[in-house]
C-alpha cells in the first residue's frame, strides 16, 4: 500500500475515491438524522393531538368517560396508539402494559402481548390529583425506516467505496503504465540509446500528445547532436591540413637564412593562412547558429524583390570585374517573412560560387518567380555545371569537387545555403541548367505574409 | 590619442590589445572583470570602451547597462564570441555603440575606434561636405566636382558619404558593408573594391584629382585637406 501511495497516479485516484465516500457518508448521516427529528415531532404532534382528545373526555366525564374512549379509540382498526390510566403509580386501565412515565415526551420500553418488550414514545399527562392518562406509540415502524435508510445508505456507500477502489487500481495502473513508458524511454536515452521513442496509440489524447511533443524533441536533439558530431569531425579533417602546411611555411622559414624580407614574406603567407581558418572556423560556426535557429527573432515581411535588386546591385560591378555578367529580373511586389541577412547572404554566396567555378564570360542570371505554393530565387550561369551525380553531394559540408580545390574557399558555400534555407521551411535545389548550373532557393508559400 | 578603457579577463588579449593600442599612442587602461570596469567609468575619464562580452563575474552587457545607467557618455565597442549573436543583439540593445566579433584584426578595430571617436552627435551631422574638390550636398544627394556635377549610383553616393563623414580616417571594407548594404557577414568577394573602383573612375573623369586613398588590406581613406 505505501508503494501504491508511493505513485502520483493511484494517490490521486486514492483520495478522489475517498472523498467521494466521505461525501456520501455525510450525506447519508444528514439525511439519517434530518428523517429522525422530523418523525419525532410528526410523532410528538400526533400524542399531543391524541391526549387533546382525551384530556377533553376526562374533563367532561371523568375518568369512566376517559376509559370508554380509550376502549372506543383502541378497538378502531386505524388507531395506531396505546394507552394507560395511572391512578397514582398504578395502572388501572388500557392496554399499554408500562410502567408510570415521568410527565412529558419520553421514550420507554413497554410488554408487547405478542413481541414482548418493546420500544414506545410516549407522553404522560396528569388529569387531575390521582389519575394521569399515558398515550404512546410503538416505534417500531420509525426503527425499521431508520434501519432502511441505514441499509440504503451503507449499501450505497460500499458500492461507491468498492467502485472507487477498484477504478482507481485501474486508473492508477494506467496512468503508470503510460508514464513508465515515458520514463523507460528517457532512461534508455540517458544510457546512451538515442533511436528510442515513446511509443503511443493513435487516440491523440493528452499523453499521445505529450508523447509526439517527447518524440518531436528527441528527433531535433538527435539532429542537433548529429550536426555537432559532424561539425566536430570535419573540423578535425579538414583543419588538419591547412594547420600542418601553416606549420611547415613557419618551420621552414625559420630553417632558412635570417633575411628580414624573406621572413616578413612568410609572416604575411602565415597571416594569410590563419585569416582563412578563421574564415573557416567563421563559417563553421555560422552554419551551427543558423541550423540551431537561434536567430529566428529577426524574422520579419520582406519585400524579396527589392532584397534580390539590392544584392544582386551590390554584387554587380565585383561580378563584371571578374570577366562575367550579371543580369537579374525581380519583379517588386512579393513579400516573404524571414531573415533579411541570411537571405541577402545565401544570395550571396550562390552569386559567389557561380563566379568562383565558372570561365570568364560566364553569363549568371538571377530571377524571382511566384508559382502557385512557393516563391522562388534562381541563380543560373551558363558555366560548366555540375555532374549530375555530385548534385546533392556539392551541398554537404565540406565536399568541394575536385575542380574546385583550385580555386579558394572552403566548402561550406552552399551548406550554409541549406542551413539558411531550411530555416526559412524552404529548401535549396541544384539542377542542370543545360549548360551550366541552376541554383534554385523555394521558400514555402505558407510562410508568406 | 584617445583615453580607452578594455575590459576583458584574459589577460593574453588584454596584453595584445594594449601593446597594439599604446604603438598606435593611444592610453589604455586595462580592468579585468565587471566590478572594476564599472569603477573605473565612474572614476576616471575615458574617451571611448573596449567591453569584452565574456567577464568572470558581472556579465560585458550587465556591465554595459550599469555604466549607462550612471549617465557615462563615452562610446562602447562590445567585443563578443564567434557564434554568439544573441550577444551582439544583446550588447547593441543594451547600449553598445558597435561590436566586432573575435577574432578581429587590430586595424578593424583601431578604424572602429576612431570612426566612434569623431563620430558627430546626430543633430550636429553636416549635410553639406568640401572635400578637396569634391563637393557633397547629403540633403539632395549630389556631389559635384568644381562646378561638374557627377551622376552617381545611389550605393555609390553612399559610399562616398561614409567617407567624406570619416575624412581622414579609415574606413574598413566590413565599415562600408555594414553602413551601406547594413550586411554583417562576409561575402567573401571584393564587392566594396569594385563599388570603390567605380566610384573613383567617376570622379575622375569629372576632372577630381582622385583623393581616396587604399589603404592596403583594410579600406579606405578620403584624404583630408583643412
Given at each position: 500500500m505505501t508503494n501504491l501511495l508511493r505513485s502520483a497516479a493511484y494517490r490521486l485516484s486514492f483520495f478522489y475515491t475517498a472523498a467521494c465516500a466521505i461525501a456520501i457518508l455525510a450525506l447519508g448521516s444528514g439525511v439519517y438524522f434530518a428523517a429522525q427529528a422530523a418523525f419525532q415531532q410528526q410523532q410528538d404532534e400526533d400524542l399531543s393531538a391524541e391526549m387533546r382528545v382525551l384530556k377533553r373526555e376526562f374533563k367532561e366525564g371523568g375518568r369512566n368517560d376517559v376509559i370508554d374512549a380509550m376502549t372506543r379509540r383502541q378497538a378502531s382498526p386505524n388507531n395506531r396508539f396505546l394507552y394507560a390510566l395511572f391512578d397514582g403509580d398504578r395502572r388501572v386501565a388500557g392496554s399499554l402494559t408500562a410502567r408510570r412515565q415521568p410527565v412529558g415526551f419520553s421514550n420507554f420500553t413497554f410488554e408487547d402481548p405478542e413481541e414482548g418488550p418493546d420500544k414506545a414514545r410516549g407522553l404522560l399527562m396528569p388529569l387531575d390529583r390521582h389519575d394521569s392518562l399515558l398515550v404512546a406509540i410503538d416505534t417500531e415502524s420509525l426503527e425499521a425506516l431508520d434501519r432502511t435508510i441505514l441499509f440504503l445508505f451503507t449499501g450505497a456507500f460500499s458500492l461507491v467505496l468498492l467502485l472507487g477502489l477498484i477504478g482507481a487500481t485501474l486508473l492508477g495502473r494506467h496512468l503508470k503504465r503510460r508514464l513508465d513508458r515515458i520514463s523507460e524511454t528517457a532512461g534508455a536515452i540517458a544510457a546512451g540509446d538515442l533511436s528510442r521513442r515513446i511509443v503511443h496509440s493513435d487516440r491523440d489524447d493528452e499523453f499521445d500528445r505529450v508523447d509526439n511533443a517527447l518524440n518531436a524533441m528527441l528527433d531535433r536533439i538527435v539532429i542537433l547532436l548529429e550536426n555537432l558530431q559532424q561539425v566536430s569531425g570535419d573540423v578535425a579533417h579538414d583543419l588538419r591540413t591547412p594547420l600542418a602546411r601553416l606549420r611547415a611555411r613557419i618551420e621552414a622559414a625559420l630553417a632558412g637564412p635570417a633575411d628580414p624580407v624573406r621572413l616578413r614574406e612568410a609572416l604575411e603567407s602565415a597571416m594569410q593562412q590563419s585569416d582563412d581558418l578563421l574564415g573557416l572556423f567563421n563559417a563553421i560556426l555560422r552554419i551551427t547558429e543558423i541550423e540551431a535557429g537561434?536567430?529566428?527573432?529577426?524574422f520579419q515581411s520582406l519585400n524579396l524583390g527589392e532584397l534580390i535588386g539590392i544584392a544582386c546591385e551590390m554584387h554587380a560591378p565585383s561580378v563584371e570585374d571578374s570577366g562575367r555578367s550579371l543580369t537579374w529580373h525581380a519583379p517588386a511586389d512579393i513579400r516573404i517573412f524571414g531573415d533579411k541577412e541570411l537571405i541577402m547572404q545565401a544570395v550571396s554566396n550562390l552569386l559567389d560560387n557561380a563566379v568562383h567555378h565558372t570561365p570568364e564570360n560566364t553569363r549568371i542570371e538571377v530571377g524571382l518567380v511566384s508559382a502557385d505554393d512557393r516563391v522562388s530565387v534562381s541563380v543560373c550561369d551558363n558555366g560548366p555545371g555540375v555532374p549530375d551525380a555530385d548534385l546533392t553531394r556539392v551541398?554537404?559540408?565540406?565536399v568541394r569537387l575536385d575542380r574546385a580545390?583550385?580555386?579558394?574557399?572552403?566548402?561550406?558555400g552552399l551548406n550554409l545555403v541549406a542551413a539558411i534555407m531550411q530555416m526559412h521551411g524552404g529548401k535549396l535545389v541544384l539542377s542542370d541548367n543545360g549548360p551550366g548550373l541552376s541554383a534554385e532557393l523555394q521558400f514555402p508559400l505558407h510562410r508568406l505574409s | 590619442m584617445m583615453r580607452i578603457l578594455v575590459v576583458e579577463d584574459d589577460s593574453a588579449t588584454s596584453d595584445l590589445l594594449r601593446d597594439a593600442l599604446v604603438a598606435r599612442s593611444h592610453r589604455v587602461t586595462i580592468a579585468k572583470n565587471g566590478s572594476e570596469a564599472i569603477q573605473l567609468a565612474d572614476d576616471a575619464m575615458f574617451d571611448i570602451g573596449i567591453l569584452d562580452c565574456?567577464?568572470?563575474?558581472?556579465g560585458g552587457i550587465d556591465v554595459l547597462r550599469e555604466i549607462r545607467r550612471r549617465d557615462v557618455g563615452f562610446p562602447v565597442i562590445m567585443l563578443t564570441a564567434l557564434g554568439a549573436i544573441n550577444d551582439r543583439v544583446a550588447g547593441l540593445e543594451a547600449g553598445a555603440d558597435d561590436y566586432l566579433v573575435k577574432p578581429f584584426a587590430i586595424e578593424e578595430l583601431q578604424a572602429r575606434l576612431s570612426a566612434l571617436y569623431r563620430r558627430p552627435p546626430l543633430e550636429s551631422k553636416p549635410t553639406h561636405f568640401l572635400i578637396g574638390d569634391i563637393e557633397i550636398d547629403m540633403l539632395s544627394r549630389q556631389v559635384r566636382v568644381g562646378s561638374k556635377r557627377v551622376h552617381l549610383q545611389p550605393r555609390e553616393f553612399d559610399l562616398l558619404a561614409v567617407l567624406a563623414e570619416n575624412a581622414g580616417r579609415t574606413v574598413t571594407r566590413s565599415m562600408f558593408l555594414e553602413q551601406v548594404w547594413t550586411i554583417r557577414y562576409d561575402p567573401r568577394t571584393n564587392i566594396v573594391d569594385s563599388h570603390i573602383s567605380r566610384l573613383r573612375t567617376k570622379l575622375k573623369s569629372a576632372?577630381?584629382?582622385?583623393?581616396i586613398e587604399t589603404i592596403q588590406g583594410v579600406g579606405y581613406r578620403l584624404r583630408h585637406r583643412d
Open positions: 537561434a536567430s529566428r527573432s529577426a551541398v554537404r559540408r565540406f580545390r583550385v580555386t579558394d574557399g572552403h566548402g561550406l | 565574456m567577464l568572470p563575474d558581472i576632372g577630381s584629382s582622385e583623393p
